[in-house]
């Protein structure tokens, strides 16, 4: 149903979007709350159509060696991916996966740009069926116009990568693109470079390329049969063997859990839409007491 609030924002389930700047300045913290109950955090099918084990694989790889490495060095940086984002006034739209900096990473089931402070400050897509044009030009146009300040593509199919970013400078809101060097596209945002190694995306730190949870289970794996084999240090590498494969399987255990609290937050969402309707009620319904009472 079209919900209207005082301050000129329309809720309109067929195509959710969050409030302009000038709305959301405009609103009271009950109605700020109220809209981003409304604002659905599920993901409809055609913003992230099913490509295949080739496109969630590309994805799930990228994302699981970013957060490994942040995790390490510590660096607070937000990452996620197929996540509703919702810009002021725009269409959500879900990225492949997403970076924002100095911000802190706990789980979050939609980012509202007002309600965050600000936007994404890193996108990256993977093509692998359909139309190209989305992630070629769309997306560029979009992205840049929204401020995003890079965007890689990569095309699974074609293994070929293009990577934009904003001018350095100014308001700018067109990209310019990042030319290779040694085949490697050099991102600030992240402070690594992208390239192709063969048929897969491989993030580098310096010269040291990042690993994803399979091969960092494999070369733990492998480790862990040379400790067997009598390798010095058994105990040592044990140990790291078991930490890193219990934290990988804590992991993994906390994605399944998510995914099936997924209905109790909805329920969740339904009280607190209701709860922030009749505390909105209740407000204006005091104000307009306090109001015939000046008078």
């Known amino acids: 149903m079209v919900r209207r609030l005082p301050t000129g924002y329309v809720f309109d389930p067929a195509d959710p979007r969050a409030p302009s700047v000038d709305q959301w300045e405009r609103m009271l913290p009950d109605e700020r709350a109220l809209v981003v109950a409304m604002l659905p955090t599920e993901v409809p099918l055609e913003l992230v159509p099913n490509e295949g084990d080739p496109h969630r694989k590309a994805k799930r790889g990228a994302l699981d060696s ?13 990452l996620s991916s197929e996540l509703a984002v919702y810009y002021p006034a725009e269409r959500r739209f879900a990225p492949d996966l997403l970076a924002v900096t100095d911000v802190e990473p706990h789980e979050r089931t939609s980012w509202i ?15 692998v069926a359909g139309h190209r ?4 030009n769309t997306n560029v146009e979009r992205y840049a116009r929204l401020g995003v300040q890079e965007y890689f593509y990569f095309d699974r199919t074609r293994l070929r990568v293009a990577a934009y970013r904003l001018p ?6 067109a990209y310019e693109r990042i030319v290779p060097q040694s085949g490697r ?57 078991a930490a890193k494969l219990a934290e990988e399987q804590r992991l993994r255990a906390d994605e399944q859990r998510l995914r099936a609290d997924e209905q109790r937050r909805r329920e969740d ?7 922030a309707e009749r505390q909105l009620a209740e407000a204006r319904a005091e104000i307009e007491r306090l109001t015939k009472k000046a008078r």
């Open 113 to 127: 740009v007002a309600q965050e402070g600000k936007g994404l400050d890193f996108v990256l897509e993977v093509h």
């Open 269 to 275: 969402e339904q009280r607190r839409r209701e709860d």
């Open 185 to 241: 596209f050099a991102s600030d945002v992240l402070g690594l470079d992208l390239a192709l190694e063969g048929s897969r995306l491989r993030f580098f730190a310096g010269n040291a390329p990042l690993e994803d949870a399979d091969e960092m289970i494999a070369r733990l794996g492998s480790m862990l049969d040379k400790v067997i084999a009598g390798q010095e240090e058994a105990e040592q590498l044990a140990e790291e063997l």
């Open 168 to 173: 350095a400078g100014g308001r700018a809101t």
């Open 66 to 78: 970013l957060d490994g490495y942040f995790r390490r060095t510590r660096r607070k940086i937000y």
């Open 133 to 136: 044009r989305k992630d070629e």
